[in-house]
């Protein structure tokens, strides 16, 4: 328990601890234009994009006359992508004044300000919301971006049982197998694969060795379960290691730089030409390499950031010496920073990046695509590896029901400008700052220990279980903090997908003033009759928590097998609906937050 207690203290610590940093030296104006839009529970800001903004920051003043950025309940990144945006948790019958400016990337500042726009919260019953569905227009094909989940360190699925009698390695692969078979993730990412509890790297009297085998035994267990590795070149092998004192987690990951680069390179080569003789070319090369974590953090990486881009260039040229066929992508860095940094020396030097990776949490990923064309890298994958509702495992938001409509969010914001948005991470079994002290602990999973299904589960499931065409929808009334997506199914199902959310997590407990009634209007329906039903995740439906009393620690038999008789997504059938000439229509209550599906089966 010290180790635990000496690490999450020393991540506390120096989490917030920059390695360096990357000015891109461009300049953007700023919006032209900015309309702040009172609403009921909150005000909506709209204003007009400018070229080469990865995203904006929001300055908000209110009654005490000092103006603050936006930071959403405590987002590592406070700008947003896009060009609107619903400021909640605003006091009713108070004027706040709102500026717009926009940044080329997470770290810059804005260099100049829109227009001030003055708005308040309405303080009144909200209009009523309306959406209207044209079911028999296509605009769209579903992109599935839940296709990556992040994951602990897969030498867990190695690990036999812990105190509390669970068998960490078989409920461990267990949530692998549910993240593809029920979620549809076809990639997993995890930390750690050249840590020394793998064995991989050793030494005597001087030789140098390496031995895959018990990655062997995990890749094989991995692709068993239906996945295919994301393969994360870290930490360094105590062997190699300039620094081996440096270290992070209670498993005393080394994060400083090798000693020998030589070292380095023949270690990721040698690796590499072993999985693609093991497991063939053509798998393999389907594998992206990705090097290493967060080398933007001092936590991560001691090193500085041309120690990172040496590190980066040498792990490139060692794959592409294996196959030029093999990718290789970077830098996987916190809070979207130094992605430009790494597409300028990619630039610079000729070092392939074949994609992009980078992470984000408590906001929508900014847009990075302007920060890779002004390098020549248009159009490359961009992948969010990490993602998620809440920075910190233990965090009070990991549990909340909030992180469902916040997870459909970001699908929505990120469909067609990135190619995978990892949720980070698939299992509470999860050890980086010490073994969960409770059942219920906020921990970074979509799934718990013994695996009962979160409200984010919840909400990825029904991502997953969408059609694959996307329907004309639009929304009308006091809508912003309304979202909807409605898709077909090749039997002629549909489903709509309602939430209600924010991404300020301060309103994780909710807000009366965002609950929502929604009228639902449906045209364009083939079928003369339809079994209806409704699928809810809000605080009292598809929320295992509630049915466990917050001062148990760890449920006893007869708890468990209560928590499990709840572990299913609450849905309810509705009267069935008899279209008249294509036309129906359904009502729906959407608290904030929550999340409704209403699926229409044609009989």
């Avoid at 180790?3 to 989490?15: G, L, P, V, Y």
């Avoid at 290789?328 to 860095?333: E, I, K, M, T």
């Avoid at 990075?368 to 994958?381: E, K, V």
């Avoid at 928590?545 to 097998?561: G, I, N, Q, Y």
Wanted: glycine letters at 8%.
């Amino acid at each position: 328990m010290t180790d635990a207690i000496d690490a999450r203290t020393d991540w506390e610590n120096r989490i917030a601890n920059r390695s360096d940093s990357f000015d891109t030296n461009v300049i953007l104006p700023p919006p032209k234009t900015l309309i702040a839009t009172s609403g009921a529970g909150y005000v909506f800001l709209r204003w007009d994009q400018v070229a080469g903004a990865s995203g904006y920051q929001i300055e908000m003043t209110g009654p005490d006359g000092e103006p603050s950025i936006l930071h959403h309940g405590g987002s590592d990144v406070p700008a947003v992508p896009g060009n609107s945006f619903a400021v909640t948790g605003l006091s009713d019958g108070t004027n706040y004044s709102f500026r717009v400016g926009a940044v080329t990337d997470a770290k810059a500042t804005p260099e100049a300000w829109s227009p001030a726009a003055t708005a308040t919260t309405s303080g009144a019953i909200p209009d009523p919301v309306s959406l209207f569905v044209a079911a028999g227009t296509e605009v769209g094909r579903t992109q599935r971006l839940w296709n990556m989940v992040g994951s602990e360190r897969l030498s867990q699925l190695l690990i036999g049982e812990d105190e509390n009698g669970h068998n960490i390695g078989a409920e461990f692969y267990e949530s692998l197998k549910r993240a593809h078979d029920d979620l549809d993730a076809r990639w997993v990412r995890a930390h750690a694969i050249f840590h020394d509890d793998l064995e991989v790297v050793s030494r005597s009297n001087g030789v140098l060795a390496f031995n895959f085998s018990k990655i062997d035994t995990i890749y094989d267990m991995v692709l068993e379960a239906g996945l295919r590795p994301v393969v994360e070149l870290s930490f360094m092998p105590r062997a190699l290691a300039s620094d081996p004192e440096k270290t992070v987690f209670t498993y005393k990951a080394i994060v400083s730089p090798p000693s020998d680069w030589e070292e380095w390179y023949l270690l990721v080569h040698s690796f590499a030409a072993h999985l693609v003789e093991r497991y063939g070319l053509g798998e393999v090369a389907t594998w992206p390499f990705e090097v290493w974590n967060e080398p933007n953090l001092d936590v991560f990486w001691s090193g500085s950031k041309e120690d990172y881009l040496r590190l980066y260039g040498e792990t490139a040229r060692a794959l592409k010496s294996v196959d030029p066929s093999l990718q290789v992508g970077g830098p996987s860095s916190a809070a979207s920073e130094w992605v430009e940094a790494l597409a300028s020396y990619a630039e610079e030097t000729g070092v392939p990046l074949d994609f992009a990776t980078t992470h984000t949490y408590g906001n929508l990923p900014l847009d990075m695509r302007p920060a890779l064309a002004r390098h020549g890298f248009a159009g490359i994958p961009i992948y969010w590896t990490e993602w998620g509702v809440g920075s910190t495992h233990f965090g009070p938001v990991n549990d909340a029901v909030t992180g469902a409509p916040f997870i459909l969010s970001g699908y929505e914001s990120c469909s067609g400008r990135i190619d995978a948005l990892s949720y980070w991470v698939i299992s509470d079994h999860f050890e980086e700052l010490g073994r969960p002290p409770r059942l219920f602990h906020n921990g970074f999973g979509l799934l718990s220990v013994g695996n009962l299904r979160k409200p984010r589960y919840w909400a990825v499931q029904l991502a997953a279980r969408q059609g694959d065409r996307v329907l004309k929808t639009r929304l009308s009334g006091d809508s912003h903090t309304v979202h909807a997506n409605a898709t077909s199914h090749d039997d002629g199902t549909i489903d709509l997908l309602l939430w209600n959310g924010t991404i300020n997590t301060a309103m994780m407990a909710g807000d009366p003033r965002l609950n929502r009634i929604v009228s639902v209007n449906i045209s364009g329906l083939a079928a003369e009759r339809y079994a209806a039903e409704v699928a809810r995740i809000d605080a009292e439906h598809s929320n295992i928590a509630r049915h466990l009393d917050e001062a148990t620690l760890w449920p006893s038999k007869e708890e468990w097998e209560e928590l499990r008789a709840h572990d299913h997504l609450d849905t309810e059938a509705l009267p069935d609906l008899q279209p008249v000439e294509g036309n129906a229509a359904v009502e729906l209550f959407v608290p904030q937050p929550g999340v409704a599906r209403l699926r229409l089966k044609p009989l």
